[in-house]
């Protein structure tokens, strides 16, 4: 697009100095200017515009037609069009402007409601993804949240039904209880009990359809410090997974499924955390349904357990970009839905720089 412009002045003086007098290249000459507004800096616009206004001119000079009604009246359709093509430039430029602080903000925003966590949270390696299905676009309902606690790390990972601010809100919500709860509750059990209950309280406040059909699925989890068990409390999310150093991945199943966070007017019964075995040189991976969901131009679903099982990673970030890049190769390069990703590594006792040495294999 942008040698485009040059080309249409080229063409149209090919075209004029072919073609009889009476015929006119004209339109081309009003169209360069119009092409390279959206596109080229106003400076640019403004060197389009008057190559095409030099280019008409000359012509009717070498032909001797530059003082006839027609040629002046062609001359100034070439000089309107471009002060309208300035403009353009003017109005997109802004618009960039605009469009690029907002995005900033954005950034801004995602940021302070869902900051990435640090790389080493009580012993553990710590990597976290956020991938927008929109591109450029920052905010979204899944969220992600790890904290060092008394009890353990404990972690949150979860997606807000719905789109837009109302799903950012309910996340910061999510995140906000998550973060008290995890300092204050004994058992993984009662945090989820204060998610519930702060859903219920934003889920009350709001207005509309939200007040009976909100909902976030999430899963939760503790890592002991001294033991090497993980427990859960699924609600209602896709289940995590727990890569061995062998490259070995099991699937963890809740063994009594639950109903997502903010649906208890449909049902109560008590959370009840699962453990198991969390062994030196694992890696624990949370993600959210826009990985899942991922599929190929047949329709075809990514499924990550088949895709992640025989491979062996230097670490969790390392784990988390070969599964995007496997992700964006499975769909072509975009997904229909954003994707959290969380990974939690257990290091080797006494080997983690030489874990940071292994070799990825394919």
Known sequence: MRVLPVLVIIAGVVFDVLTPTRITASPLFAAAPLVAAPFYPMLGTLTIAIASLTAEVGLHISTGTQFQVESISEV???????????????????????????????????????????????????????????EGAFIGGDLFAVQDTPYGVRLVVGDVRGKGLDAVEAVAVVIGSFREAAEQESSLEGVAQRLERALRREGTRRDGLDVFEGFTTAVLAEIPHDDGVVRLVNRGHPEPLLMCGDGEVRMLVPSDPALPLGMSELGAWPDRAEQALYPDGATLLFYTDGLTEARDAHGVFYVPRERLNGRVFQGPDEMLQALIDDVRRHTGGGSQDDMALLAVSRPLEGEPERRRTMPVVP
């Open 76 to 134: 100034l359709t070439v000089v309107v069009v471009s002060l309208l093509a300035l403009y353009i430039n003017g109005v997109v430029r802004r618009s960039g402007e605009r469009l690029a602080s907002a995005r900033i903000i954005a950034e801004t925003a995602q940021r302070a409601v869902l900051p990435r966590p640090a790389e080493r949270i009580g012993g553990l390696r710590i990597a976290a993804r956020y991938e927008a299905a929109q």
